[in-house]
């Protein structure tokens, strides 16, 4: 019956019962059994029913890493569209393809079957989110921008105002991986001013339950904030952010003008001209571009309400005239005040305006130069300290941070050893990033001057005695045999590659052995195509990312060309990959 009535989240529905291998399975065969038996009719019920079988025949293929026949199954789809709604189905076949594409690490194609979908409905605002975020993640951003912008009348404001998530993210994540850290920054901090609003918006609820006697629906939003700071989305944001933090510790922020004076040093004059010649222009176009997308904004912005300028609370939904606006800036100020609401937080705040906020610095140069990168990230993991002190990835974070900030020096190591031993409660001791972490804060003590101080024995009962290359070598012993079992493929991923770090790490200076084992690990990853897959692209990525922080280009290059020939769609494995230096929290 799902497939008759053409219901297209019906491979959603069916997604977790992936997590079993015989029952992924029986779905593809009973699958292939539908169209076999509704391939001979012609009736156009059965024609309709075939075109969502091979949808999600082809959402099948996708999901068991069998790509080429996903594309050619979704292509077929796509060619025999029909039924009584041939436009959506047509809509609902290139979303899908999309989906496909994605999987398959086709990141190009799937923004241009995004559009394609995208253009069919122009009215319909989940394909526009579905299109902008696709053309994020192929690095299309001037494209996804415009995208973005059809159904808001404020620009980016306007995405702050609304609280969209996933547009900050999702930008974020492309300006990071384009090198732009100015930009990513800044949608990174609006993520995490979003939820101290969150906390702030307590106090309005607080009146209105109070005022509507819905003491329910306040204790429910009591406990929601209880795990506020443990969101996914927050943990994501600040993650992002510490990472590119902790590049700029080691690596300061540039612009592109001084980047050229860097690079024409030594040109001769009529070249270095010629460069400098050709940034201006590009500036200046990128410049033209904005400014014309904010004059795109003005008309919309201004509609029935001359003053108001953020494009939240103007227009037909502002409330009230255009002449009873007018009364009600002119008696506040004096003059335009832009709220024509009366707005209560606006009239708090002391300027008595809701006009748009003039952004000072839109490239989020101001933070990409900051003096101190990792107090700012401090700052940003402090958060989650407090909020969700049972994730992982926060007391990772924490002490990737806070070891950088101690210096190497062993009366400095109490804040990274308390956040070891966090890590140690939430986790055990045989998690591979946790065993990262202990092994590193045992050389950087070892290395220290004061052998007496007292975070060196208690580094020392963390290792059970035992000194750090013989703990590695028990807990690799040990690694190796779960590989063998097979149990956990995630879990295997990340021990091969925390033991490949951490023999380079106890090598010392001889590049031979930390070559040789990165060499090993590439050899023991890249296995054959489907391991490949089983793995998925999106972590083939992070994998390729730890060869190349490493700075092994033997390693890199056999992995690379491994994952070429296992994701022959992708358009990411043909060169270095976009932004490989903040895919991974690298401890080194």
Excluded at 175 to 191: H, I, P, T
Excluded at 323 to 340: M, P, T
Aim: proline letters at 3%; charged letters at 30%.
């Amino acid at each position: 019956p799902y497939l008759e009535r053409g219901i297209p989240s019906l491979s959603a529905e069916l997604a977790p019962l992936y997590a079993d291998a015989r029952k992924g399975e029986m779905i593809g065969e009973t699958l292939l059994e539908i169209r076999k038996f509704r391939s001979g009719c012609s009736d156009e019920n059965d024609k309709e029913v075939l075109f969502w079988v091979d949808v999600c025949l082809a959402m099948h293929y996708s999901t068991v890493g069998m790509d080429t026949e996903a594309i050619s199954t979704i292509d077929r789809a796509i060619s025999e569209v029909g039924g009584s709604d041939p436009v959506q189905s047509r809509i609902d076949a290139f979303s899908a393809k999309s989906k496909i594409l994605e999987t398959a690490g086709d990141y190009l194609g799937a923004a241009d079957m995004a559009e394609e979908a995208r253009k069919l409905d122009l009215a319909d605002r989940y394909l526009n989110c579905q299109a902008s975020m696709a053309l994020f993640k192929a690095l299309r951003v001037e494209e996804a921008e415009d995208v973005c912008h059809l159904f808001t009348t404020g620009g980016n404001n306007n995405f702050y105002d609304m609280q969209a998530t996933w547009y900050e993210m999702a930008s974020g994540q492309a300006y990071s991986e384009l090198k732009d850290y100015g930009r990513a920054l800044k949608r990174f901090k609006k993520v995490e001013e979003h939820y101290v609003d969150f906390i702030d918006d307590q106090y309005d609820f607080f009146a209105y339950c109070t005022h509507k006697q819905t003491m329910r629906s306040y204790v429910e939003m009591l406990r929601s904030m209880d795990s506020l700071h443990s969101s996914r989305t927050l943990a994501a944001a600040v993650e992002a952010a510490v990472r590119i933090y902790i590049h700029l510790s080691n690596h300061p922020f540039k612009t592109e003008t001084e980047l050229l004076e860097e690079q024409v040093a030594n040109m001769p004059p009529e070249e270095a001209d010629a460069a400098r010649r050709e940034l201006r222009e590009k500036l200046e176009r990128q410049e033209d571009r904005e400014r014309q997308r904010e004059e795109q904004q003005k008309p919309a912005d201004s509609k029935g309400n001359e003053g108001s300028g953020d494009g939240g609370g103007g227009g037909s939904d502002g409330g009230g005239d255009t002449k009873a606006n007018g009364n009600s800036s002119k008696s506040s100020k004096g003059k335009n005040s832009g709220n024509s609401n009366g707005n209560k937080k606006d009239e708090g705040d002391g300027e008595g305006e809701e006009a748009k906020k003039v952004d000072l610095d839109p490239k989020g140069i101001t933070l990409a130069k900051t003096g101190d990168p990792l107090g700012d990230a401090k700052k940003m993991v402090d958060l989650l300290l407090s909020g969700a002190p049972d994730e992982l990835t926060t007391h990772l974070l924490a002490y990737g941070v806070d070891v950088r900030l101690a210096a190497g020096a062993p009366s400095s190591l109490s804040l990274p050893l308390k956040h070891v031993r966090s890590a140690v409660r939430v986790s055990g001791a045989s998690h591979p990033r946790v065993h990262e972490c202990i092994v590193d804060l045992a050389l950087r003590a070892a290395s220290g001057t004061d052998d007496k101080a007292p975070e060196v024995a208690e580094v020392a009962a963390l290792l059970g005695g035992k000194s750090a290359a013989d703990y590695h070598a028990a807990w690799k012993a040990e690694a190796e045999a779960d590989a063998e079992a097979g149990d956990n493929t995630a879990r295997v991923v990340d021990a091969t590659i925390v033991a490949a770090k951490l023999d380079g790490m106890l090598a010392g200076a001889d590049g031979a052995a930390a070559t040789a084992a990165w060499a090993a690990c590439a050899a023991k990853l890249k296995g054959s195509p489907q391991d490949l897959r089983n793995i998925g692209h999106e972590r083939c990525r992070g994998i390729l990312a730890e060869f190349v922080s490493e700075k092994n280009e033997k390693a890199a290059d056999a992995f690379r060309e491994a994952c070429s020939q296992a994701f022959p769609q992708s358009n990411t494995f043909g060169a270095v990959d976009l932004g490989a230096e903040l895919s991974a929290l690298t401890l080194k």
